[in-house]
């Protein structure tokens, strides 16, 4: 079939809108960090799974490859197309009905396409909670977010993506729609492709709806943004919580001066709730479903523990529901924070949690000992061990220069975050920045049986080649 046919066979089954091409196509054909521009030979926009399902029969049986996205928040360029206009992007953003809410058995069954926020909004109204959360949930996807096994700020409590999710829909690589819907809390029938497509990247078939865990909405919440001594005094804090009442501690986030100063300088609409700034920062949030938990009373006890013992050095409780959403606004806006303040270099890992002080400083020394003048700016999940080990470029250098040295500077951070038993990328996942770690850190047995996994589920290599794992 040639370009033209296949084309005429897409817009025939899928409808003038659900065809994109040339000026239109070019949202998606770059990345969030605007790192890569590729470009598509089309975008596709089905608006259910039967028109998925005939899109990628179609693209399949012309051995057209094919790159799954939804809100295009990548931050490893898993979702953009490469530079040579052969491959068709396949965007869920017309795949967007909530398909069912049950408060009883607490499930939701949400399509693809239904943007992390309305989710959360859709479980709201109906009387429950959908946790997951972070600061992309105004554009990404349900689909995109269990393709990628997205954390956030409620891992610590909630768990993964994959944590939140019991079944599946999917297209598979030729096309075949996997009815993979179950409710169940028990299903022990097999191997768990669910659990296969969950941070996959789109490299093994298209996720079209999935049903989602929902949990029981708090009746209490307690947020304090507080100034630490060091990161050891952060991780402290922590257990002190978790050592009260670790069902409370819905987030607990890390920042240091070097990431909020670039939020403080940059993002406007923003303010230090504290006296003056300090070196180090955290956000702690509390919520429970339980009435009469008395958060702000054990916020109040465990902030003044703290103090006695010099962790914290000054703290602001929100005092309403404005404060508190000024609080966390300046946690979510870090990665906006650096993208205005110039290029930067992304290191999503983790360590396990009582290696984060060691980490953070042993990687700061070691990048401002490769790039002089250079920035660290560490953040996020200190509660889980998932830290943005970030390095912001010297203001005033050229940013092209600074990213010509990504991979110096990923491979300064790994070395340290390998010797400490972590992961190269704790919740972005690989894209196509990171296939050569993947080869890296988990070749022999690991990697010969994702290929074969790969190799088996999609033998012509057209879901996303290249992403993930490289030549496949
Ligand atoms: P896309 O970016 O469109 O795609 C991501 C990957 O999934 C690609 O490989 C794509 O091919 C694939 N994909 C997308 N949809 C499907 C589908 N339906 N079926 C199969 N494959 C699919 N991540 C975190 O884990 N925690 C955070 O706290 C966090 N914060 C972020 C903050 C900002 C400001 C931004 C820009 C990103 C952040 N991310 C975070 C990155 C994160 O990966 C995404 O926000 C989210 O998980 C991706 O969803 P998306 O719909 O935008 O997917
Ligand atoms: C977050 O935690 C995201 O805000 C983005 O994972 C992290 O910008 C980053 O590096
Ligand atoms: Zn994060």
Same mark, same amino acid.
């Given at each position: ?75 490893? %360029?898993? #979702? ?9 992007? @396949?965007?869920?953003? =017309?795949?967007? *009905?909530? $398909? !069912? ?120 919440? %307690?947020? #304090? ?9 952060? @991780?402290?804090?922590? =257990?002190?919580? *978790?050592? $009260? !009442? ?227």
């Amino acid at each position: 079939m040639t370009r033209d046919d296949l084309l005429a066979a897409l817009t025939q089954r899928l409808g003038p809108q659900g065809v994109l091409l040339g000026a239109d196509m070019a949202p998606h054909e770059t990345d969030w960090r605007a790192l890569f521009q590729g470009h598509a030979m089309a975008v596709l926009r089905p608006a259910s799974t039967e028109e998925m399902a005939d899109a990628v029969r179609l693209c399949a049986a012309a051995r057209v490859p094919m790159v799954p996205q939804g809100g295009n928040t990548s931050m490893v %360029a898993g #979702a953009t197309p490469d530079e040579t206009a052969t491959q068709i992007v @396949l965007t869920t953003t =017309r795949m967007t *009905r909530i $398909r !069912d809410i049950d408060v009883n058995d607490m499930t939701m069954v949400a399509e693809a396409g239904v943007i992390l926020k309305l989710a959360q909004d859709a479980a709201r109204d109906a009387g429950a909670l959908f946790p997951l959360s972070l600061s992309a949930e105004g554009s990404c996807t349900i689909g995109g977010v269990l393709s990628t096994n997205a954390g956030g700020n409620t891992t610590v409590r909630y768990g993964n993506a994959r944590e939140l999710m019991l079944g599946l829909e999917a297209v598979m690589p030729d096309g075949t729609i996997w009815h993979g819907l179950r409710r169940l809390r028990k299903d022990n029938t097999g191997y768990a492709l669910r659990h296969l497509l969950v941070g996959a990247e789109g490299t093994l078939g298209i996720i079209t709806a999935a049903a989602l865990r929902l949990f029981p909405r708090p009746v209490e919440e %307690a947020v #304090a943004f507080c100034a630490v001594a060091d990161e050891d005094a952060a @991780l402290s804090l922590f =257990r002190r919580f *978790r050592g $009260r !009442d670790e069902s409370a501690v819905r987030a607990f986030e890390y920042m240091s001066a070097g990431s909020m100063h670039l939020v403080l300088d940059h993002v406007p609409g923003v303010s230090l709730p504290l006296a003056e700034r300090a070196a180090h920062y955290v956000l702690v949030d509390l919520a429970s479903s339980r009435p009469g938990a008395n958060l702000r009373a054990l916020l109040e006890s465990v902030l003044e523990e703290a103090m006695e013992a010099g962790e914290v050095t000054d703290a602001a409780l929100a005092e309403s529901e404005a404060q508190r959403a000024a609080i966390w606004k300046l946690r979510e806006e870090h990665p906006e924070g650096q993208k205005r303040a110039g290029a930067s270099v992304k290191n999503d890992v983790s360590v396990p949690v009582s290696k984060v002080p060691e980490m953070v400083r042993r990687s700061c020394e070691a990048l401002t000992r490769l790039i002089p003048g250079s920035r660290p700016v560490p953040f996020g999940h200190i509660g889980d061990g998932n830290i943005h080990m970030n390095l912001a470029q010297e203001p005033g250098t050229d940013p092209a220069a600074f990213l010509a040295r990504s991979h110096d500077i990923m491979d300064c951070v790994n070395e340290i975050v390998r010797e400490l038993g972590g992961s190269f990328s704790a919740e972005h996942g690989v894209g196509r920045i990171k296939t050569d770690m993947v080869e890296d850190w988990r070749g022999g047995a690991e990697l010969a049986a994702m290929q074969a996994i790969k190799r088996a589920m999609d033998p012509h290599g057209l879901m996303n080649p290249g992403k993930v794992l490289r030549g496949l």
